[in-house]
């Protein structure tokens, strides 16, 4: 485990959504949670609630190489977690970015569409995710519906999206429960051929920031030196409690109840 005078940082690249239920304010709220601290630099401005999104603005870039370079300069970054990007130039920013990081693991959640469908990036974004970021990111979430984008795979299962993927990532966790299935399969894949498949319980209802809670949970669980399969189940295993604890502040989704450790029993 590494050794911090205080707790591990973890940057955050995400987009805002002025609902609270995913973006920024989840990545804040998970990581939170497993004893990090967020250092959250804004991407994208969105105009959502837990229903949909309706519209987005993409940062200038200088203003998020700004952001990112005024924490790196003041904290020992242990781990960066991505979430919306939003456009090409933010991958190559964010790219950019890392290279004042070398070393520190990289945990890329494709965020690609919202929950409730709508769109969080032009088209050409995951081909550029998949060409440019992913080659540099330690692991990437996508669900199934974000796998089989990166993959140009539209009907693909996740073993054959892994296939095309693996070979620009290292790990790839592609997360179910987008099916009827009664239990969910969340799987890993290594480049070195290794797999991993964590089932869970399907959960009713739809959820609202997700993704957001288990990449940033991952993120905290590699900036604290967790080894990558059990960091993996550790924050699979936390996701899901948020899930199954989830409320309904609104007349859309559930948003996860992203509570610290001790108290979400």
Same mark, same amino acid.
């Given at each position: 485990m590494n050794t911090y005078t205080s707790r591990p940082v973890v940057l955050c690249l995400s987009?805002?959504?002025p609902s609270g239920g995913a973006g920024l304010q989840a990545d804040i709220e998970a &990581? $939170?949670?497993?004893?990090?601290? *967020?250092a959250p630099a804004v991407t994208a401005l969105t105009v959502q609630d837990t229903v949909n999104v309706s519209d987005?603005?993409?940062?200038?870039?200088?203003?998020?190489?700004?952001?990112a370079n005024a924490v790196i300069a003041d904290l020992p970054v242990a781990a960066v977690k991505l979430g919306m990007l939003g456009s090409v130039q933010m991958v190559e920013t964010v790219l950019e970015i890392m290279q004042s990081l070398p070393g520190v693991p990289l945990v890329c959640d494709p965020v690609l569409r919202a929950g409730g469908g709508g769109s969080l990036g032009k088209?050409?974004?995951?081909?550029?995710?998949?060409?440019? &970021? $992913?080659?540099?990111?330690?692991? *990437?979430?996508p669900n199934l519906p974000e796998a089989r984008i990166l993959a140009d795979l539209p009907d693909g299962s996740a073993d054959e999206c892994a296939e095309k993927l693996l070979p620009f990532c290292q790990h790839l966790l592609i997360t179910g429960g987008h099916g009827d299935e009664s239990e969910v399969h969340n799987r890993l894949y290594g480049r070195d051929g290794s797999r991993h498949t964590f089932t869970c319980q399907r959960l009713p209802g739809s959820y609202h920031g997700s993704g957001c809670t288990l990449a940033s949970t991952l993120a905290?669980?590699?900036?604290?030196?967790?080894?990558?399969?059990?960091?993996?189940?550790?924050? $699979?295993?936390?996701?899901?409690?948020?899930?199954?604890?989830a409320e309904q502040p609104g007349r859309g989704q559930f948003v996860p109840r992203r509570l610290p450790l001790d108290f979400n029993l």
């Open positions: 987009g805002h959504d &990581l $939170l949670a497993q004893g990090c601290h *967020a987005f603005r993409v940062l200038d870039r200088e203003w998020v190489i700004a952001q088209d050409d974004v995951g081909y550029a995710m998949r060409e440019r &970021l $992913l080659p540099s990111a330690t692991i *990437a979430t905290g669980r590699l900036a604290l030196g967790e080894e990558m399969v059990s960091a993996v189940r550790s924050a $699979l295993d936390y996701t899901w409690r948020t899930l199954r604890d």
